[in-house]
């Protein structure tokens, strides 16, 4: 480069000067007087000195050149050692490292019930009981975990250390998860946690290594798997990071229980847990009760806590589910995202690309229904997010537009799919080599397809009519390795026993149908330290908890607007595949209606606008099937005195209309 720099002007000069001098040379010398010849030899002579000069101009310019550009390589290598050191040894690291004045002290603790079942439980005291006065003083003077150490943390503390006590003896805490303590609970935590997420961008980037998780839907028992197995010492003492990729609730009897656990782990590792948006925290879908029975997530907070105060839960939290983030990106390397990746709709060229194109999605997003204040475009790429799948063999061959890629889900509603063309694109654009996703149900946990590119993770074992040899998985993004990491189905269940289980014999039918409500069947009633409460409303003095759940008033739906996917017109995965039709909801079931009647509850002016990792042979490759498995047909709810037909043809969403809005 300084060659031709320093060269072409002055080169071409010297070469045109040579070229001009050639020219004026005397054709002959016979017809060149004496006085001729020697002005010829004098022009000759001045020519030569000229050219010389040119020359030592251009190689003293050269050298001048080299000189700066060492000294400016120079200057670069002593700012990137400073650095480095900077990162090694400077604030920058030690930001990430202060101490804390607590240690964790590890015991193991034997369950109440008669599964006798041993817990590793870490407790934290505070340090420097032995130490010298001067260590002491030291470690007195470091601050408490959580800022100010304040009556606010200790407060969120207590709160937090609620949750993990019921999460982990679930059945000891039967009373405390019907009761109004529960419900007030729930609403600060989503309080909290939104202000968490507030701070968040639509797509997350961390290093691993981390953990991901697919879908749970209410599942406590699998969730227990991956909590006594993964983060044993709990999350806080565990390396790495967690990732959920979304639908943490319907399906399961449990989704107070796991979303109030996920949402506290958030609270308390915000940096360390992340939880993605999943179609099912959608208010369209979570409060879809006339397809989901008492499975649904908005049946189970009327249930628990009464219609008003359960309708007030079941908001707060889906405004809590409207702040969560859409995707992550691990390691630079790896996309995490729910359903798949959305289409483009800016020139894949620009920097950035599709997911620039996430990060501009509304900080507050409804979805299903959508917001007044959401853009079309990014509405359509949030649906993208949570609703696609990757195109089947078939769908390969026929209807994936071979320019870009998508097509039609079979999943319907105006879903889409993604296929080998849109894959590629996508990861060649972004600089990525995977794709991580949930949102659909296999046997064997995690499942591998378009190449050994895209993985499906699936985190419940039940609900899905998987079998009884079904697994729960998980992956573990280890720096350069991932991981599989399994339920075996002869793992051995702790926490829901069957009707027919000799641990219950002893329960009462009464309590055995109060447990089941609940998703648990405790396993010795005797052991119980709580008494179900008679729910009463909130007093007065705790106003600012009842207003809690309706803080969004400047967020309105937009009644007339439809969503790029209409929930009533999809089904709950493609159809063609061995994902069977839920037994609590198939095609001729007469369940009655369970429109829920909020006619007495206070509302706000808001309110009223409103595969395991198989073999893979190269002569299979070709043939490859699509990680969809297909489920019932979800149909609108008929009966004869109302028709849902969703949101295309009604301009009102199914949630909005289920509650009476």
């Known amino acids: 480069m300084l060659t031709s720099t320093g060269l072409g002007p002055l080169g071409s000069t010297f070469n045109r000067r040579r070229s001009a001098t050639n020219n004026n040379d005397p054709p002959s010398s016979s017809a060149a007087s004496s006085n001729g010849t020697s002005s010829g030899i004098m022009v000759n002579i001045s020519d030569k000195s000229r050219s010389k000069s040119l020359l030592r101009e251009r190689d003293a310019k050269i050298a001048a050149l080299e000189k700066e550009v060492l000294s400016l390589r120079n200057q670069i290598s002593n700012l990137s050692n400073a650095d480095n050191n900077a990162i090694t040894y400077g604030s920058a690291s030690r930001r990430g490292k202060h101490l804390t004045p607590y240690g964790n002290t590890v015991r193991v603790s034997i369950s109440k019930c008669s599964a006798k079942r041993r817990q590793l439980l870490a407790e934290r005291a505070r340090m420097g009981r032995n130490a010298s006065i001067a260590t002491q003083k030291a470690l007195n003077a470091l601050p408490d975990e959580g800022g100010d150490g304040g009556g606010g943390f200790s407060s969120q503390q207590a709160l937090i250390d609620r949750i993990q006590d019921m999460f982990r003896s679930p059945h000891e805490h039967v009373g405390y998860l019907k009761s109004e303590q529960f419900a007030k609970d729930m609403l600060k935590l989503n309080k909290k946690v939104r202000a968490v997420l507030e701070d968040e961008p639509r797509c997350v980037f961390l290093q691993s290594p981390a953990y991901v998780f697919g879908d749970i839907h209410g599942n406590l028992e699998d969730l227990h798997f991956f909590s006594d197995n993964v983060w044993n010492l709990g999350m806080s003492l565990t390396a790495g990071n967690f990732v959920f990729l979304g639908d943490y609730v319907d399906r399961g009897m449990s989704c107070l229980e796991v979303v109030s656990y996920l949402l506290a782990m958030k609270l308390m590792l915000p940096h360390k847990v992340f939880l993605l948006r999943g179609n099912h925290e959608t208010r369209d879908v979570n409060g879809w009760e006339e397809h989901y029975g008492a499975r649904s997530y908005i049946a189970q907070c009327r249930e628990r806590f009464g219609e008003e105060i359960g309708y007030k839960v079941w908001e707060s939290t889906n405004q809590t589910f409207d702040r969560l983030p859409l995707a992550a990106v691990v390691d630079q390397d790896i996309f ?24 501009n999605v509304s900080k507050v997003a409804g979805i ?68 991580m996703r949930a949102h659909e149900a296999h046997a064997e946990g995690v499942a591998v397809s378009k190449g ?28 350069e390795k991932m991981q599989v990491i399994n339920r075996s189905p002869a793992y051995r269940n702790q926490y829901v026993h069957r009707r027919d289980s000799v641990s219950i014999a002893m329960l009462s039918e009464a309590e055995i149908a109060e447990r089941v409500k609940l998703g648990l069947i405790t396993s010795d009633p005797r052991e119980e330290q709580f008494q179900e409460e008679e729910f009463e409303e909130f007093e007065e003095e705790e106003e600012e908890l009842q207003d809690s759940s309706f803080e969004d008033e400047e ?33 001729g079931n007469d369940m009655p209606s369970q429109r829920i009647d909020f006619s007495g509850a206070t509302t706000s002016r808001k309110s009223k606008k409103r595969g395991g990792f198989d073999a893979i042979r190269e002569d299979e490759e070709d043939d490859e099937e699509s990680t969809v498995n297909g489920d019932d047909d979800m149909e609108p709810f008929d009966d004869d005195e109302n028709h849902y037909y969703g949101a295309s043809s009604t301009g009102m969403s199914p949630g909005m209309r289920r509650v009476g809005i």
């Open 452 to 479: 050994a590119r895209v993985f499906t993770v699936f985190s419940t074992s039940k609900d899905h009519n998987q079998g009884n040899n079904a697994m729960a998985g998980c992956i573990l993004i280890d720096f």
């Open 336 to 359: 995490c995202v729910h359903g798949g990746i959305p289409r483009p709709i800016s020139d894949s060229s620009v920097e950035g690309g599709r997911i620039k194109d996430i990060l």
């Open 368 to 435: 299903n229904p959508p917001y007044e204040h959401e853009d079309d475009n990014y509405q359509q790429v949030a649906s993208d997010c949570i609703w696609s799948d990757p195109a089947s063999e078939e769908q390969e061959q026929y209807s994936v537009d071979r320019r870009t890629g998508y097509g039609d889900s079979l999943r319907g509603g105006g879903a889409i799919c993604f296929g080998h063309k849109a894959v590629t694109n996508f990861l060649q654009q972004q600089g990525f080599s995977y794709i």
């Open 555 to 587: 967020y309105a739906f937009d009644d007339r607007r439809k969503s790029s996917v209409d929930p009533c017109g999809t089904r709950a995965s493609p159809e063609k595949s061995n994902h069977d039709s839920h037994d609590y909801f198939m095609e």
